[in-house]
Each structure stands twice: as structure tokens, then as C-alpha cells.
């Protein structure tokens, strides 16, 4: 599929979606509530994206960005997802009943950013003591005993 | 991470039907690094696996975050140690292709040889110790005796045998020492005439055939939902060899084979390890009396700024695709960098295909995973 084509398609399930073709990969802005349909519906639908290479989090200062980088092991072709939250209430549906390496990387995401994934079965700390405080890779972490930046 | 106060409580009494929960690890011989199971036993059954990571970490996405583009590559050898040079090498390729900095053939070709020398050596410890943690000690020994040849080659070419840091962005940090290709030939000469020994040793010991054949089944469909890559997805017959599906640098004009195998056991994984041993020595043949000569390094200026944008590349390392994906606000120190390990994919499927088995198949199916902890914990 061509980028417009895919485009076309994706305008079809979300109308609000914004595009951004600068980089290697088409990059596709949805808004957060559209975001687990949407997700379904390029996993069943004609876009068979069946493998979730990569989940992660980015702190821009004023918002938090979800970046979902999705492939197909048919065609292989990849898109980027992104959804921009609010930094001071992060909420996203999970996407780990639709790709099941979401679990862990949305377990990671959980404790290094703060972002609350509703009806994820296991949100618990990762890699992170159980008592550990703040969000390690948001950029207004400052942590005086254990110096991480250089 | 637990508390140990919570492990204490866990262990202290049986469950409600008789379950048992046992802890495996931090410290465990079978576990190679500080892996913590906490593992639900049901008599002998395993019920579930709870992996607890963090014994090893060290922030390396956040320290990269202040460190500048030539500096960063350094930090990621030390997270897969065994595939330390392949890691340099994609952290390398993503400021080559953010800044379009030339690579003269030279250093593809060097650098495409010591990936297949680092996936050899990262496979034969492998080797070695699968056998060990399933009760042979001798093939250990064997392993280490070809693997010792090449941590040789390394500690000439680049200075050290785990840690190489031979790859700068734009080419190689200094040329090739001049008995590099003699020690090669001669590491291709000894391999060739061991690598059978390993067949008879443990691929036709029917011991180890009967504790690994039919033990912890993937299937191709569950390999790719829980992202699994390298050996273990392509013994489920899943094809995902990134130096085949995307090729970089010289891989396209090399000939071999993507090793797959359809069981999706243990003994198919260990079988596509041994036979991407004998591919990799292929590929080497075919690259050690090619060398182009020229210069090693191409031209870069001195202080490399990304543009604004976003980068992502992969390379295919010894336990499968690494990918390094960095955003950058233009300055000299990347925005934001996620390291995509394989191993922590390949972990997260440990419970999938362990849970219902016998707690004497774990270390089967844990051990062909081929976890490195430090590449999970990062």
C-alpha cells in the first residue's frame, strides 16, 4: 500500500487523525480515546499488523507522547502510531490484548513515565523497586543521591 | 523489582491448593546473570513465572540522554556483552544515516566480518553453557576452545575481548592489524574441522535430545505477538533476519541462508544456532580475501549534531533485532533513545511457553531463550 492509500484507510476508522511524512516511516497522530480501536482494527483488518516492534514513551516538557511502531511479517511495511497525553493525568487504553509484547513494555512505560494504562491485567513496577518514587525518564527528574545525568 | 520482605512472605506457606511459590534467582547458576523467576509450582507442575528484573539496571536510556553522539555508542556495548560489536554497529548506523556520513567499503566489509566473528563467539558460549545447565559439563570445554580463538582475534583488532568499541560513526576507530586475515583463515580452518565434534557431542546425544525435543513449544503466531526475533522466533518458522529483510552494509552481496526450523522446541532453536554458526562462517569466506583497500574512516566533522527528526535502525544481533530509536531536538545530545532489546521480548514469552510443563524443562526452555540480563535490564 501506498502512503496515501494507507492514509485514506486510516482517515476511514479515524477522522481526527493528523499525518506526518517527514521521516522514514509514515507517522499518524490520533487522539488518545481513538487510539484502541483504531489499534484493533490495523491488526484484523486489511493491514494485518501483526508485530509490535517497539512501544515507548517520549517527554516533550509540555506533553507525553505514545509512539507505537507497527510492521507486518506479510508485506512489511511499518507505521508509526502516536498519541500526545496530558503530563499531568496520562491515560491510555492498553494495547496488550491485540499484541502481546505490550504487556511488559507497557509495565516499563508505567513506571519510567507514569503513564496509567486502563485495563492493563498487570500494572505493577517493571525494573523499578516496589518503592521507588517519580517517573526516572521524564525530564524534570532530579534524583541528588543516585546522579544519572553527567 | 520485589521486596524482600514480599519473597520472605511468598515463600513462607502453601497456598490455598497446595501451589508453592519458589524464587529462582537473583543468584542462580542457570540463570547467567542476576535473573530473578518467581516461580508457581503446583507438585511438580509450573503454574506461573513471574519474571522480577532490575538487578542490573543502570538507566543507560536516560545517561544517553546527556551523553553526545559519539559517546553514546560506547555505553550500548555493555548491554548485550556477548553481541557487543553488533550493537555498536547499529547505534553507528543511525548517526550515519541521520547525518548521511559515507562509509568507505573498507570498514563495511570489516565491520560485517567481526559481526559474524561476534555472532559466532556469542553462539558457542551459548552453546556451551545450554549444555552445561542441562548436565554436560565436557561440551563446554570444546566450545570455549574455538571461542577463545576468536576473543584472540578481537583483543588484536580492537583492543579488548568482550567490550570492543571498535566502531566509530563514519567507519572504524583505526585499521586492521596486518595478520588479521592469516588469523582469521585459521580460526575458519579449526572451526570447520570442530564443528562436527559438536554434532556428535550433543546433537546426536540422545539425552540431550529427549530433554529438549517437545519442550517449551512456541508457535509461529505466538513468536511474532510477543515480539520474539533472532533464533528463537525462527525456530517457530517465522522469517525475521533483518540482514536478509533489510539489508545494511555489505549483506546484500554476501550469500547464505536464513536459518529456519518449523518445531519451534528447544531442539529446534539450538539446531538453527548451530546451523547460523556454519552461515556465519560462510559469509566470513566470502568476505576475508575481499577487503578493499582504502581508507578505514570517512570524513565527519568533529561535532556531530542529528537534525530534528526522528531515527530508528536495527541490525540483527546474535539474540535477534536490536533497535535503536532516537528522537532528536537538533542539538548535540539525543532528545530521548530507546534501546528495542531482543532479549526482553524474548523473556516475556518465558511463561507462555513454560507454564504447564515440569519445573526440570525449565532450564530447556529458559536456557534456549539465550537471555543476556544486562541487554533486558539496560
Known amino acids: ?150 | 523489582m520485589y521486596n524482600q520482605t514480599e519473597i520472605l512472605k511468598d515463600t513462607s506457606e502453601l497456598g490455598a491448593d497446595g501451589e508453592l511459590v519458589i524464587n529462582m534467582g537473583p543468584q542462580h547458576p542457570a540463570t547467567h546473570g542476576v535473573l530473578h523467576l518467581v516461580v508457581t509450582l503446583n507438585g511438580e507442575t509450573i503454574k506461573k513465572i513471574e519474571p522480577h528484573l532490575g538487578y542490573i539496571h543502570r538507566s543507560i536510556e536516560k545517561m544517553c540522554e546527556s551523553l553526545t553522539y559519539r559517546q553514546f555508542i560506547y555505553v550500548t556495548s555493555r548491554m548485550d556483552y556477548l553481541s557487543s560489536h553488533i550493537n555498536n554497529l547499529g547505534c553507528a548506523l543511525l548517526v550515519e544515516k541521520g547525518m548521511a556520513i559515507e562509509v568507505p567499503d573498507r570498514a563495511k566489509y570489516i565491520r560485517v566480518i567481526l559481526s559474524e566473528l561476534t555472532r559466532i563467539a556469542s553462539h558457542e558460549l551459548w552453546l556451551g553453557a545450554m549444555a552445561m545447565d542441562l548436565g554436560a559439563f565436557t561440551p563446554f570445554f570444546y566450545a570455549f576452545r574455538e571461542r577463545e580463538m576468536i576473543t584472540d582475534i578481537m583483543e588484536d583488532t580492537c583492543g579488548a575481548r568482550l567490550t570492543m568499541n571498535y566502531i566509530v560513526p563514519g567507519g572504524l576507530m583505526y585499521d586492521l592489524h596486518p595478520d588479521f586475515q592469516k588469523k582469521v583463515k585459521a580460526f575458519i580452518t579449526q572451526f570447520k574441522s570442530k564443528v562436527t565434534e559438536y554434532e556428535d557431542l550433543v546433537t546426536n546425544n540422545i539425552i540431550f535430545q529427549s530433554r529438549t525435543k517437545g519442550v517449551g513449544i512456541l508457535s509461529a503466531e505466538d513468536a511474532i505477538s510477543y515480539g520474539c526475533t533472532g533464533p528463537v522466533a525462527r525456530a517457530s518458522g517465522v522469517s525475521c533476519d533483518i540482514r536478509k529483510i533489510y539489508p545494511y552494509e555489505v549483506y546484500d552481496k554476501v550469500e547464505f541462508d536464513e536459518v529456519i526450523e518449523t518445531a519451534g522446541d528447544s531442539f529446534a532453536r539450538y539446531i538453527v544456532r548451530v546451523k547460523e554458526m556454519n552461515q556465519s562462517i560462510r559469509i566470513i569466506e566470502q568476505l576475508i580475501d575481499n577487503i578493499p583497500e582504502g581508507d578505514f574512516v570517512g570524513k565527519t566533522k568533529n561535532v556531530l549534531k542529528l537534525p530534528k527528526g526522528e531515527f530508528y535502525s536495527r541490525v540483527e544481533t546474535a539474540r535477534g533485532e536490536f533497535g535503536v530509536y532516537v528522537v532528536s531536538e537538533g542539538g548535540t545530545t539525543p532528545h530521548r533513545i530507546k534501546f528495542r532489546s531482543p532479549g526482553f521480548s524474548n523473556l516475556s514469552v518465558l511463561n507462555h511457553i513454560a507454564a504447564g510443563s515440569k519445573i526440570g524443562d525449565l532450564m530447556a526452555s529458559m536456557g534456549t531463550l539465550d537471555l543476556v540480563i544486562p541487554d533486558i535490564d539496560r
Open chain 1, 1 to 150: 500500500m501506498t502512503n496515501e492509500e494507507i492514509k485514506e484507510y486510516i482517515s476511514s476508522l479515524a477522522p481526527a487523525a493528523t499525518y506526518d511524512e517527514t521521516g522514514e516511516w509514515l507517522n499518524i497522530l490520533v487522539e488518545p480515546t481513538a487510539l484502541k480501536p483504531l489499534m484493533a482494527a490495523l491488526r484484523t483488518g486489511k493491514m494485518q499488523m501483526n508485530y509490535l516492534f517497539c512501544l515507548t514513551c517520549v517527554d516533550f516538557k509540555t506533553h507525553l507522547t505514545m509512539v507505537y511502531h507497527l510492521s507486518a511479517t506479510t508485506h512489511r511495511q511499518s507505521i508509526v502510531i502516536k498519541a500526545n497525553l496530558n503530563r499531568d493525568i496520562p491515560v491510555i487504553e492498553t494495547v496488550c490484548d491485540i499484541w502481546r509484547t505490550a504487556e511488559f513494555l507497557e509495565r516499563e512505560v508505567f513506571e519510567m513515565f507514569g503513564v496509567n494504562f486502563t485495563n492493563h491485567p498487570d500494572l505493577r513496577k517493571l525494573i523499578l523497586e516496589d518503592d521507588f518514587k517519580g517517573f526516572p525518564l521524564r525530564k524534570d527528574f532530579e534524583d541528588p543521591i543516585n546522579m544519572i545525568k553527567l
